[in-house]
């Protein structure tokens, strides 16, 4: 089983500034990443896939890179909306898994 | 409009069985593989299981594997969970998912639907 590993866990960031997320995997998954934004109450949303496709409808401020075993998400200018749960997951082999999620909260 | 909505959770006795449903609009269902998605409310996502467009092919998280059977009929929209021996560690938010992509490879998701809860408990 591929484990995913994000951190921080908690990310403090004022409005309009830069967040920097980070996952990882336990061994290559190539570029088969997705991540997702969850707000309370309410269903996971598919953000980023191919490690750095910005799904339909998503601001580009959101953005996605890496490779391999390592990955990023970019939240520039962080919005009132930003604020929530990030995951990332690996589907380059089953089981699939899922980080731990980080949230970004308000400073 | 293009949704997903599960129904068939609720409290349920550890070894009972319980089925899910999922009820599927607004796309062509039998292009796309399906998948379950659970939650422990306040936790993290976990993968349950995933079924091809044909149903040919099935997968299953280790902690489900030989008691949760994944089906779809694709003449009705619809995706099913059958759930037997439930213990008290399948209490969880239970989401069908739809598959980002046509290509059987790429299992992201893309479309979750509101959830269903499956509470497990004597």
């Known amino acids: 089983e591929i484990v995913m590993t994000q951190s921080p866990a908690t990310l403090s960031v004022s409005p309009g500034q830069r967040a920097t997320l980070s996952c990882r995997a336990s061994?290559?998954?190539?570029?088969?990443l997705a991540w997702y934004q969850q707000k309370p109450g309410q269903a996971p949303r598919l953000l980023i896939y191919?490690?750095?496709t910005r799904a339909t409808g998503i601001s580009a401020r959101f953005s996605g890179s890496g490779s391999g075993t390592e990955f990023t998400l970019t939240i520039s200018s962080l919005q009132s909306e930003d604020f929530a749960v990030y995951y990332c997951?690996?589907?380059?082999?089953?089981?699939?898994?899922f980080g731990g999620g980080t949230k970004v909260e308000i400073k | 409009e293009v949704q997903l909505v599960e129904s068939g959770g609720g409290l349920v006795q550890p070894g009972r069985s319980l089925r899910l449903s999922c009820a599927a609009s607004?796309?062509?269902?039998?292009?796309?593989?399906m998948h379950w998605v659970r939650q422990v409310p306040g936790k993290g996502l976990e993968w349950v299981s995933t079924?091809?467009?044909?149903?040919?092919?099935?997968g299953y998280a280790d902690s489900v594997k030989g008691r949760f059977t994944i089906s779809r009929d694709n003449a009705k929209n619809s995706l099913y969970l059958q759930m037997n021996s439930l213990r008290d560690e399948d209490t969880a938010l239970y989401y069908c998912?739809?598959?980002?992509?046509?290509?059987?490879?790429?299992?992201?998701?893309?479309?979750w639907g509101r959830g269903t809860l499956v509470t497990v408990s004597s």
């Open positions: 998912v739809k598959d980002g992509s046509r290509t059987w490879r790429d299992w992201y998701f893309d479309l």
């Open positions: 607004g796309f062509t269902f039998d292009d796309y593989a």
């Open positions: 079924i091809s467009w044909n149903s040919g092919t099935k």
């Open positions: 061994q290559s998954v190539g570029t088969y």
């Open positions: 191919g490690a750095s």
């Open positions: 997951q690996q589907y380059d082999s089953w089981p699939l898994t």
